[in-house]
């Protein structure tokens, strides 16, 4: 009797790591689901003769049950709306007493008034965004912890052979030397992600995503559709236009990857609000979404997005360590300056 109960207890311990080792992973269906080759997904040939520009879509890129558990870790993560933070004139008493990154971590998520709610849903007038793993800066990135569904979505692009210097580096016949990309490896992880919630329809302004980042971005979409439009600037004497260049079609569970001079820095790109997109003949996916020119397609009641990047230069190695009051205070005026500058462009 006492051996069936401790065989009992042996098999249930057994069963129990098996399902901490294979079924907690966020994405374990996708992780043992290969992808072919990433120039399968690839929507036109390189613009301007140059390998280094690329899009790519890959539909599918999680499954649907990965993609309900990421938005249940998403939404259960702390935090809810708030007020944008003030700006921090100065090292306010309570700041002071910070000493570890524990501290700093907690400083970043506490609902005091002046602290700088980093990992909490910032409301912009058109959608609300957390802000994953610090503050991308012209002085460099001061990391703070990217949350587990990002590094287990970062685990996922890896396996799937989607790490930045892969992608920036893939048609390139000049790769880096080894000695060199040793030194460049910690600089060339996804450390900066922005997550984005669209509701009724709203979409985002053209923008470039700027010189603070590789020239790479990662969308995975979540929930609902929506189409992305790349357009370029086209100035006359007298007037500045922005030209439609192509569209993506980004249906949920779907990734959308594109970098270099041109997708990245040439042309800006952007979501239009809408309830509907049309299918035009710019629509360079519309195949694989299995829509002909002129559909309409309806786009739900909310959309996610997370912006996976790469931000170029690390101030700060994540590490557990002690942050004076004065970083303390960098920090949230980093962000702070980061909230103002995208609030502004939101206008
Ligand atoms: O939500 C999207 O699909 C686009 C997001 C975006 O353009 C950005 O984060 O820069």
């Not at 040939?45 to 938005?71: C, G, H, K, V």
């Not at 980093?118 to 012209?138: F, M, Q, T």
Request: proline content about 5%.
């Amino acid at each position: 009797m006492a051996l069936l109960k401790a065989e009992k207890s042996n098999k249930s311990n057994q069963q129990a790591s098996h399902h901490q080792g294979i079924a907690h992973h966020l994405f374990s269906e996708s992780l043992n689901s290969p992808m072919s080759s990433l120039r399968a997904y690839s929507l036109s040939d390189p613009p301007n003769d140059d390998p280094r520009n690329f899009l790519y879509y890959i539909p599918n890129f999680i499954t649907e049950s990965e993609e309900q558990a990421l938005m249940k870790q998403i939404y259960d993560e702390t935090g809810s709306d708030h007020d944008p933070p003030p700006v921090v004139k100065k090292t306010p008493a309570w700041m002071k007493n910070l000493t570890t990154t524990a501290n700093a971590n907690k400083l970043m998520s506490t609902t005091a008034n002046t602290s700088v709610k980093n990992d909490r849903w910032i409301s912009l007038s058109n959608r609300r965004l957390k802000n994953l793993g610090g503050v991308p800066h012209s002085n460099g990135l001061i990391q703070v912890p990217l949350p587990s569904y990002v590094q287990e979505l970062k685990q996922l692009l890896s396996t799937r052979q989607l790490n930045v210097d892969q992608l920036l580096n893939a048609n390139s016949s000049e790769r880096a030397e080894d000695e060199e990309k040793q030194q460049q490896e910690s600089l060339w992880e996804y450390n900066q992600v922005l997550l984005n919630e669209y509701s009724n329809g709203k979409g985002i302004g053209f923008h470039s995503d700027g010189p603070l980042y590789h020239p790479l971005a990662l969308v995975l979409s979540l929930e609902s559709g929506a189409m992305i439009h790349f357009v370029e600037t086209v100035r006359n004497d007298s007037e500045t236009k922005e030209r439609l260049v192509h569209s993506v079609y980004l249906e949920p569970r779907s990734l959308l990857i594109f970098g270099g001079p041109y997708y990245y820095t040439e042309l800006k790109h952007g979501i239009k609000d809408g309830m509907q997109d049309e299918i035009t003949d710019q629509c360079l996916n519309r195949e694989t979404i299995g829509k002909s020119v002129g559909e309409q397609v309806e786009r739900g009641s909310k959309r996610l997005s997370l912006t996976i990047r790469s931000c170029a230069q690390i101030e700060k190695k994540l590490e557990e360590r002690t942050y004076s009051a004065t970083e303390t205070n960098e920090i949230n005026r980093r962000a702070n300056w980061w909230y103002n500058s995208i609030n502004e462009k939101e206008q």
